[in-house]
């Protein structure tokens, strides 16, 4: 099957070439395999890195691609030592994506060009309290005020607030409405008056999601993404773009996974172990597993469309997977303190495990929506 | 209407699901498995010489790659339906080496039979103390698929290949199997007459190998598509406690693991097949065949469960598919080795 195409291969070799390092066997060992960002002392470095590399990518036209071309841009990039660049995801899967879909051409000139650049980053102020796996419950509300709107209310679980330029904002803007209906979707900026980032300590340690508490925070007209009462609709575009995005548009799981396993046995010398050898193939079987579904799922006969949360739920397989294996390769070491030696390196991965199942739509709500939606099943 | 490569395989997948609905209901098939040679060799003939279903894969005369997009197609078809045709046999283990082997002039002369759908074919692994001696051959083989009708049986000893035709010296028993619907047998043979067919390297063996497993992750893609779209139809078909099943979550999360696995599984056969004429074919095509074998077994059990008492009947469906999901995993030898070597290499590569 040929699919049509208009970059080659070679020439983002060579774009790359000149940029990054090629993956090396020896990556493995340095490389780290952390799920969920830290917020730590280089975190300010770590986003610089990013919008640097982004603004040279969008200038390249690498940002910008149809389906087809991104395939062969992320095979090919999936090759070198990039950036870390989770801090664009938001931006680029989330946000972008409303913006592109429902934005007027001045909100795309004002945000989506400057997003698809690596110059706004962006953060998600979708969950509140009362509202996770049921969004429609969303309570913060906007009320009209002369030239736009008045927000208050409070968000929670919210990645990257404490860096990000500005935020994709769902909230309510008829008090009179309820569910669904009433929703209004905004572009706000972050050092807006009234805005409150107040970082949450996770489970691993690190605190990469905050609570945002929005006090009367003004919000001009022209921000509004779509129509008044439209925010459902944009705020569903923005979720299938975050669930084909952690499924693995974006590298959403550390590079080398099998690699830095068969690393990890030779190092602790296993590796004439038929035990060892036998999880270091259940790991390559889901890595293969979960890319192909990545490049091939969406092409399937009839579930196109379940493709983003079947790439999601693949996800976690994955990483249970290499879980399983981590412990039976590395032992109690890699349940040591981070730090501790090369291998305790994975009780990081381990300790940020459960938030991928959760984050963007837990696997229960996926699975809900691949019967409800995708295979016709009742609703409710 | 006779197919070839050249094909656009929408229309190859068009054609030959009509041809196969119309003629294998699943009353069908297992009037089939029950016969004499365990399948309809009236619609074999129709498909071989008609639609020339042996030899799409191979156009005439080209030295170029190999075009097997073709025989994925017809895998995910015969896959879906169960069907018992000696086609993995004949085309898979018989073509294919045959295809890929540098041929002995009697080799060339089997493939263009074979290609044509003139006669079958299926491949035969040693099991018990095998004696190869001047020209002939003595031993056993415990499972043949197709073994007690096909023309040629296959042999490949040290990178040469063989080929049994003559009947003298070769006795063939049908094992009943828990796949009812893949005829297989035990073949006993007594200084068996082998003709040199052609020599294969370690290479093109392990592309060989890599065809077959690609084959049957195909066929495990086609056959959990299969039960899982009879579980979503039960689902919304049948009530229970005033509802249909497929109100309950526990059920409605089961039916997503079923789409799960069939789109991932899907997805790993035509990464497989897009390796085949890279460095990669083997490595993606046991990856592929491990998934999707193991996907199979999973789905099929959960669609079984899902129907309650009647997925427990002979009558219903559902047991053929369980069956054939567990026979899969063995066809390729045992799946626990497929792993450990794909382990070992995997770790020697570090
Ligand atoms: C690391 C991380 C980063 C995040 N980043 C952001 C962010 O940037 N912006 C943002 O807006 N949000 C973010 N979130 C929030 C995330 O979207 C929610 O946590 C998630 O949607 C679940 O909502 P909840 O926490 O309220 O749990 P609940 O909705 O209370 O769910 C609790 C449990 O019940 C299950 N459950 C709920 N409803 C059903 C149902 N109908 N059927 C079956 N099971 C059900 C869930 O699967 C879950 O296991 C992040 C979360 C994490 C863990």
Redesign the pocket.
């Known amino acids: 099957m040929v699919r049509m195409q208009d970059i080659d291969a070679a020439s983002v070799d060579a774009w790359l070439a000149a940029r990054a390092p090629l993956h090396t066997a020896q990556d493995a060992q340095h490389t780290g395999v952390a799920l ?1 960002e830290e917020s730590g002392a280089d975190e300010g470095a770590v986003v610089e890195a990013a919008r640097a590399w982004q603004r040279e990518w969008y200038d390249a036209g690498y940002a910008e691609l149809g389906a087809a071309d991104a395939a062969v841009v992320r095979s090919v990039a999936a090759n070198y030592r990039l950036p870390d660049l989770r801090p664009l995801l ?1 931006g680029l899967h989330i946000l972008g994506p409303a913006l592109r879909e429902h934005g007027t051409a001045a909100l795309q000139r004002r945000y989506l060009t400057p997003i698809l650049r690596g110059e706004i980053l962006a ?5 509140e309290p009362e ?5 429609a419950g969303v309570r913060a509300k906007a009320v009209r005020v002369p030239g736009g709107w008045s927000v208050s209310g409070q ?6 607030a404490h860096f990000a330029d500005v935020a994709e904002l769902l909230v309510r803007t008829d008090s009179a409405s309820s569910r669904h209906a009433g929703l209004s979707m905004f572009v706000m900026h972050m050092d807006a008056p009234g805005v409150d980032v107040r970082p949450l300590r ?1 489970m691993t340690g690190g605190a ?2 905050n609570e945002v508490f929005l006090n009367d925070v003004f919000v001009p007209e022209e921000n509004l993404i779509g129509e008044e009462g439209t925010g459902w609709r944009v705020a569903m575009t923005s979720l299938s773009g975050e669930r084909a995005a952690l499924g693995g548009e974006f590298e959403a799981v550390p590079p080398q996974l099998v690699e830095k396993l068969a690393a990890m046995a030779l190092r602790r010398g296993r590796s004439e172990d038929p035990l060892v050898w036998g999880c270091l193939a259940d790991a390559a079987v889901a890595d293969f597993a979960h890319r192909a579904v990545v490049e091939h799922g969406a092409a399937d006969p009839q579930l196109a469309g379940a493709a983003a949360s079947v790439t999601k739920l693949m996800v976690t397989d994955l990483l249970e997977v290499v879980t399983s294996a981590v412990l039976e390769i590395g032992d109690a070491e890699v349940l040591l303190e981070r730090g501790a030696s090369i291998d305790a390196q994975w009780s990081e991965f381990i300790l940020g495990k459960p ?1 991928v199942a ?8 996926q699975k ?1 929506v691949i019967a409800e939606r995708h295979l016709g099943l009742p609703k409710g | 209407m006779k197919l070839s490569s050249r094909d656009d395989l929408r229309d190859i997948r068009a054609a030959l699901s009509d041809v196969l609905d119309a003629a294998m209901p699943t009353s069908a098939i297992r009037a089939d498995a029950a016969s004499a040679h365990g399948y309809d060799r009236t619609l074999w003939a129709e498909l071989a010489s008609g639609f020339g279903i042996t030899g799409m894969h191979a156009a005439e005369g080209a030295e170029g790659p190999l075009d097997l997009d073709p025989i994925w197609v017809v895998a995910e078809l015969l896959g879906a339906r169960l069907a018992a045709l000696p086609y993995l046999s004949t085309v898979v283990l018989g073509t294919l080496p045959l295809l890929r082997a540098e041929r002995t002039d009697a080799g060339s002369e089997v493939l263009g039979e074979l290609l044509e759908g003139r006669l079958t074919a299926t491949s035969a692994e040693p099991v018990q103390g095998w004696r190869r001696h001047e020209g002939r051959l003595s031993g056993s083989s415990s499972a043949v698929l197709h073994g007690t009708d096909s023309d040629w049986i296959l042999l490949v000893d040290d990178g040469r290949v063989y080929g049994v035709h003559d009947p003298a010296g070769v006795t063939r028993e049908p094992v009943a199997s828990i796949d009812l619907t893949r005829p297989t047998s035990a073949i006993d043979f007594q200084e068996a007459s082998l003709i040199e067919l052609g020599t294969l390297s370690l290479e093109q063996q392990d592309r060989c190998r890599a065809d077959l497993l690609t084959y049957l992750t195909h066929e495990c893609a086609g056959g959990l598509r299969r039960v899982k779209d009879m579980a979503v139809q039960h689902l919304r078909d049948r009530h229970q406690f005033g509802v249909p099943l497929g109100s309950f ?1 526990a059920l409605k999360h089961r039916a997503a693991d079923l789409a799960v696995d069939t789109v991932t599984s899907t997805a790993v056969a035509r990464a497989a097949a897009a390796a085949v004429n890279t460095p990669a074919y083997l490595p993606a095509a046991e990856r592929a065949f491990l998934f999707a074998s193991d996907a199979y077994v999973r789905a099929a059990s959960s669609s079984l469960h899902m129907h309650g008492g009647l997925g427990f009947t002979w009558e219903f469906d559902s047991h053929l598919y369980y069956r054939r999901a567990y026979a899969s995993t063995a066809l390729a030898g045992r799946s626990s080795a497929t792993r450990c070597r794909l382990g070992q290499r995997l770790m020697a590569s570090a």
């Open positions: 969920i938001i953060c998600q102020l979708f969950s509202a996770g796996s049921d969004l968000k929670v679980w919210t990645s990257n996770q990469a999601f938030g959760i984050a963007g739509g837990a696997n229960e709500i809900n | 979550q």
